[in-house]
């Protein structure tokens, strides 16, 4: 036999504590530290996601704004190809005077200005065979470009219009002739252009048809603005760019684009 057989057996008690759990103030505190961690990473996670939207945004309005620019200059920088205003004046062509010059010089409506308003269609203009078609007789395709600003009618933002209208028609509708460019959801709140002669010298007198003809080198800029996000954060991008025209001015240098007698592929057609 165990001699620890005969000593009673004696319980332990348990803890006063073990038996007792959270109070109502225990568990207020928790819930009130809890909704507090919580309504942090909330708004944590909020900022960070209005913030990628802006950014998303922001990056689509500037590439939505560099397209439009690179469409503009691309077609600026062809002006002048194929004009020849010592034959295009005269019968059977009998072109109105916006098609004598690479820039527009003689046409009081379509002279160019630095900074066009949605007053009037003031912009810049000029003329070429633009896009150039191959295989077609020099000069028959000719047409005049240009770009000005409006008042959307559907978002109320001010927009890019590019006039196309064809030489042939020898008339100038500008309204008539103009499409929207820009993004109509992109307020496109200033377009400059500025002007500069071969020698680099900035062109100032843009109402003297000679001066306007010296114009070589036509600088562009764009400032865009939208708004974006749940409290309508303003965004603005600034673009611009410089463009040198291909082709001479043909008044000044009495210039004709030869014509090819070759077969089509001798001419590149």
Request: proline share 4%; charged share 15%.
């Given at each position: 036999?165990?001699?620890?057989?005969?000593?009673?057996?004696?319980?332990?008690?348990?803890?006063?504590?073990?038996?007792?759990?959270?109070?109502?103030?225990?568990?207020?505190?928790?819930?009130?530290?809890?909704?507090?961690?919580?309504?942090?990473?909330?708004?944590?996670?909020?900022?960070?996601?209005?913030?990628?939207?802006?950014?998303?945004?922001?990056?689509?309005?500037?590439?939505?704004?560099?397209?439009?620019?690179?469409?503009?200059?691309?077609?600026?920088?062809?002006?002048?190809?194929?004009?020849?205003?010592?034959?295009?004046?005269?019968?059977?062509?009998?072109?109105?005077?916006?098609?004598?010059?690479?820039?527009?010089?003689?046409?009081?409506?379509?002279?160019?200005?630095?900074?066009?308003?949605?007053?009037?269609?003031?912009?810049?203009?000029?003329?070429?065979?633009?896009?150039?078609?191959?295989?077609?007789?020099?000069?028959?395709?000719?047409?005049?470009?240009?770009?000005?600003?409006?008042?959307?009618?559907?978002?109320?933002?001010?927009?890019?219009?590019?006039?196309?209208?064809?030489?042939?028609t020898k008339t100038d509708n500008i309204s008539g002739s103009s499409t929207?460019?820009?993004?109509?959801?992109?307020?496109?709140?200033?377009?400059?252009?500025?002007?500069?002669?071969?020698?680099?010298?900035?062109?100032?007198?843009?109402?003297?048809?000679?001066?306007?003809?010296?114009?070589?080198?036509?600088?562009?800029?764009?400032?865009?603005?939208?708004?974006?996000?749940?409290?309508?954060?303003?965004?603005?991008?600034?673009?611009?760019?410089?463009?040198?025209?291909?082709?001479?001015?043909?008044?000044?240098?009495?210039?004709?684009?030869?014509?090819?007698t070759g077969t089509a592929t001798q001419c590149g057609y």
């Amino acid at each position: 036999m165990n001699r620890f057989d005969d000593l009673p057996l004696i319980r332990m008690p348990r803890r006063a504590h073990d038996q007792r759990g959270l109070t109502v103030v225990e568990i207020l505190v928790a819930s009130a530290l809890m909704m507090i961690i919580a309504g942090a990473i909330a708004i944590l996670m909020g900022a960070a996601v209005q913030s990628k939207m802006i950014s998303a945004g922001w990056s689509t309005d500037t590439q939505s704004a560099r397209i439009t620019l690179s469409w503009m200059s691309d077609r600026i920088r062809q002006a002048g190809v194929n004009v020849d205003p010592a034959v295009q004046k005269l019968s059977p062509y009998s072109y109105t005077s916006r098609c004598w010059d690479r820039v527009v010089a003689q046409d009081a409506a379509m002279l160019p200005v630095t900074t066009p308003s949605t007053a009037n269609t003031n912009g810049l203009y000029v003329t070429g065979e633009i896009p150039y078609t191959g295989g077609t007789t020099p000069g028959t395709n000719l047409r005049t470009i240009g770009y000005y600003l409006k008042t959307d009618a559907g978002t109320g933002n001010t927009v890019i219009m590019e006039y196309n209208e064809l030489c042939s028609t020898k008339t100038d509708n500008i309204s008539g002739s103009s499409t929207r460019l820009s993004n109509p959801k992109i307020n496109v709140t200033q377009l400059t252009f500025s002007y500069y002669d071969a020698n680099g010298n900035q062109v100032t007198n843009l109402t003297t048809a000679s001066t306007i003809q010296g114009i070589q080198v036509i600088g562009i800029s764009l400032k865009v603005q939208s708004t974006e996000g749940k409290y309508g954060k303003q965004t603005e991008v600034y673009l611009s760019r410089y463009v040198r025209l291909w082709d001479p001015e043909p008044t000044l240098n009495s210039w004709v684009e030869p014509t090819c007698t070759g077969t089509a592929t001798q001419c590149g057609y």
